[in-house]
């Protein structure tokens, strides 16, 4: 079993920034590919972003490319999520995501673990 547990959600102003981070614990954390998805009200979970073992990849939504850039401290075992000029679009429920798997990290099927989800509310 991964517990996954995020923070650093809050309300910021559009243009903002924000950094959020997603502590690990259970398994080794090296075994896993980190992903975070965002589900905002009446949408579907979607794909932000996902980084592989030791960081060598990186995959990010069409979305949020430029503005968002996950990275992962192996050391302390999180994942973290930094994103600058914030859109009202981004407004959503963020949510951090463990899988054993390769490939296919696009998908919310793949992933085995889930944080319980922080809020990221943007004022416009």
């Known amino acids: 079993q991964v517990q996954l547990v995020e923070s650093g959600g809050g309300l910021v102003q559009a243009g903002g920034s924000l950094r959020l981070s997603c502590a690990a614990s259970g398994r080794t954390f090296t075994d896993y590919v980190m992903g975070w998805f965002r589900q905002a009200p009446g949408k579907e979970r979607e794909f932000v972003a996902a980084?592989?073992?030791?960081?060598?990849?990186?995959y990010y939504s069409d979305s949020v490319k430029g503005r968002f850039t996950i990275s992962r401290d192996n050391a302390k075992n999180t994942v973290s999520l930094q994103i600058v000029s914030l859109k009202p679009e981004d407004a959503a429920i963020y949510y951090c995501?463990?899988?054993?798997?390769?490939?296919?990290?696009?998908?919310?099927?793949?992933?085995?673990?889930w944080g319980q989800g922080t809020q990221v509310t943007v004022s416009s």
């Open positions: 980084i592989s073992w030791r960081g060598g990849r990186i």
């Open positions: 995501a463990a899988t054993s798997a390769s490939g296919r990290y696009y998908y919310a099927t793949s992933y085995d673990y």
